[in-house]
């Protein structure tokens, strides 16, 4: 299975940008998709999460409200729509993707199946 991500860029706080990851190479139906971020010196954190159907999605708190993700039906392709963007949403953003829906959410990096590369998002103040 191979993540490909896009749409990063740089923005103004206030601004909205939305990311895209396409999974590629037969990845199966069930595969749960997801986005983390890492700032620079910091360590990568979890975004959001959504199920294999998209029925289920799941927000780090500091952005719960602000960012949405979304799966239209079973596409294996996952979008991440972010609002009222911050300064500190400044980061490198990272497509995941797994068998387990709870890998992504809580966080279990070291057991993440499948990663893309990061898609640079810069927010100016």
């Known amino acids: 299975v ?3 991500a896009s749409g990063g860029g740089l923005v103004q706080a206030g601004g909205l940008m939305r990311l895209s990851c396409e999974a590629s190479g037969r990845p199966p139906s069930s595969i749960a998709m ?4 890492q700032a620079p010196g910091a360590e990568r954190e979890f975004v959001a999460a959504v199920n294999w ?6 927000y780090a708190d500091s952005v719960k409200g602000r960012f949405t993700i979304s799966r239209p039906g079973t596409e294996n392709t996952v979008y991440l729509q972010m609002e009222r963007l911050k300064p500190e949403d400044t980061a490198l953003y990272y497509c ?8 992504l959410y809580a966080s279990e990096l070291d057991d993440v199946d499948y990663w893309g590369q990061g898609t640079q998002v810069t927010v100016s103040s």
Request: zero cysteines.
């Open 53 to 58: 159907n998209g029925e289920n999605t799941y």
């Open 2 to 4: 191979q993540l490909q």
């Open 34 to 37: 997801g986005w983390f971020r």
């Open 96 to 103: 995941a993707a797994d068998y387990h829906f709870g890998t």
